[in-house]
């Protein structure tokens, strides 16, 4: 029996859930000193989750936000990769282009939503182009860096086997920056996720963002409080997804997110 409770405990800490217990335990303890309109509980929470699965706004306004945010950061992550690149390995392009990329990073997309809204409307574009933004330059960022991190000893190794401009590319530059456009890529995604809360806040009629922000209207906070968690479960499996497609596929690349728990 002692082994079986070993191996629950290593899963337990492996997988957060002693933590998830505890933290659960602490928002329920709260929850005790003030009414449901202020802080519901768990119970309470989960009810209002309940109600909003039966009448399926909850899965439909999940599956618009997840679809907006796949669509925006998957651009996004597409631009940033090439030009990370360009302006990693040629001189011109990063001294021309460089100061443009840290000036904006530094500029939240919040900043642009209203501009964004004037110029692409309030429909589906607006929302796109702002996730796009939040998602660009961090990956650019992060492909620059590994750019600039690749051994000139390696490079020039391989120059001095006559390698062509694609072949250094190909076998040497892009299998070294593969980390770090994977962990941009992460980065990038949880820009997008606070991205489109914003952007469904202020302009949209569905989407969790817009569910959190209309909730307040009927003081129904414990519909905010399961929005925000399935905003938080979103964000969590995609990560997770991600990460995993990273441990099977580009293994070989240097890219690990497993954790183990030892004896």
């Known amino acids: 029996m002692s082994h079986v409770f070993r191996k629950i405990y290593r899963f337990s800490l492996a997988h957060g859930i002693i933590t998830w217990l505890a933290l659960i335990l602490v928002w329920y303890v709260l929850s005790l000193f003030y009414n449901d309109t202020f802080l519901p509980g768990p119970l309470e929470t989960l009810n209002g989750a309940k109600s909003l699965l039966f009448n399926g706004n909850l899965l439909s306004f999940s599956a618009i936000s997840l679809r907006r945010v796949l669509i925006g950061w998957s651009l996004g992550t597409l631009v940033a990769i090439p030009l990370g690149l360009c302006i990693g390995r040629i001189?011109?392009?990063?001294?021309?282009?460089?100061?443009?990329?840290?000036?904006?990073?530094?500029?939240?997309?919040?900043?642009?939503?209203?501009?964004?809204?004037?110029?692409?409307?309030?429909?589906?574009?607006?929302?796109?182009?702002?996730?796009?933004?939040?998602?660009?330059?961090?990956?650019?960022?992060?492909?620059?860096?590994?750019?600039?991190?690749?051994?000139?000893?390696?490079?020039?190794?391989?120059?001095?086997?006559?390698?062509?401009?694609?072949?250094?590319?190909?076998?040497?530059?892009?299998?070294?920056?593969?980390?770090h456009v994977f962990t941009g890529a992460r980065l990038g995604l949880g820009g997008a996720f606070g991205a489109i809360v914003a952007a469904e806040m202020l302009a949209a009629n569905e989407g969790l963002g817009y569910l959190i922000y209309s909730a307040r209207l009927y003081f129904h906070t414990d519909w905010i409080f399961a929005g925000i968690i399935c905003l938080g479960l979103l964000g969590y499996f995609t990560d997770l997804l991600l990460r995993t497609l990273g441990n099977h596929l580009l293994k070989h690349y240097g890219v690990t997110e497993t954790i183990s728990i030892n004896d």
């Open 91 to 179: 001189k011109f392009i990063h001294s021309l282009v460089e100061p443009m990329i840290n000036f904006f990073r530094f500029i939240p997309g919040l900043a642009f939503l209203t501009v964004f809204l004037m110029w692409f409307g309030v429909g589906e574009t607006s929302k796109i182009v702002l996730i796009f933004y939040s998602t660009v330059f961090t990956v650019t960022v992060n492909t620059i860096a590994g750019v600039t991190a690749v051994s000139p000893e390696r490079i020039n190794s391989a120059r001095v086997l006559g390698v062509t401009n694609w072949q250094l590319l190909r076998t040497v530059i892009w299998p070294s920056i593969i980390p």
